[in-house]
């Protein structure tokens, strides 16, 4: 058993040298789909963060309501959302909705052709069909790192780091006032 732990396949190093010439071959493809993806999730949050949070709010609680006709999901949604607002995280939230929204149109508009085509041609079905199956019994992390070698989101997507550097959120608020007393006049309770 000892010789199969020593003698290792050079699988690292080929894998290393794909993604080196996938990247040094491919580059400005991945730099435009980055940069293309990039400017509509930035302009799609910047739509966003133009409405009044309390609108969105009011918008965001009747979709839900006009797709689930419940009161107790639209009450959940509402304070969902004012809690997000409370906490300082709105312009986070938005931007993370950006980018699901988008990554949904771009799986349908890959994933719907494609779809088409396996139903409709049996060979391409049984060729994708263990790939399918592999991808769901693999975890969602390891198709990101892939991806975030590939399409760098951090470059092309606008990041909230140059915001925090010129305006920095506040401590946050001193909530001693708050708290409940644990000691009462004659000592603790």
Not at 55 to 66: H, M, S
Not at 77 to 104: F, K, M, Q, R
Not at 115 to 130: D, E, K, N, Q
Not at 143 to 163: E, V
Request: aromatic content about 12%.
């Amino acid at each position: 058993m000892d010789w199969l732990t020593e003698n290792k396949l050079p699988l690292g190093k080929g894998v290393e040298w794909f993604v080196d010439e996938l990247y040094t071959r491919f580059d400005w493809l991945f730099d435009l789909i980055s940069d293309v993806l990039g400017f509509l999730v930035e302009g799609l949050t910047d739509v966003l963060q133009w409405c009044h949070p309390l609108v969105l709010v009011a918008l965001i609680a009747g979709l839900a309501f006009w797709l689930h006709r419940s009161v107790a999901l639209v009450i959940g949604v509402v304070l969902s959302l004012l809690l997000i607002i409370n906490l300082g995280y709105w312009e986070e939230t938005l931007a993370t909705l950006s980018l699901v929204i988008y990554a949904t149109v771009v799986c349908m508009a890959v994933g719907v052709p494609i779809g088409i085509a396996a139903a409709h041609r049996p060979r391409l079905y049984i060729f994708l069909r263990p790939v399918l199956d592999l991808m769901q019994t693999i975890p969602t992390f390891v198709y990101l790192i892939p991806t975030l070698i590939s399409f760098r989101p951090w470059r092309g997507a606008r990041t909230d780091l140059h915001r925090r550097l010129r305006h920095p959120r506040t401590d946050p608020p001193d909530l001693s006032g708050y708290l409940f007393r644990a000691q009462g006049p004659g000592g603790s309770r």
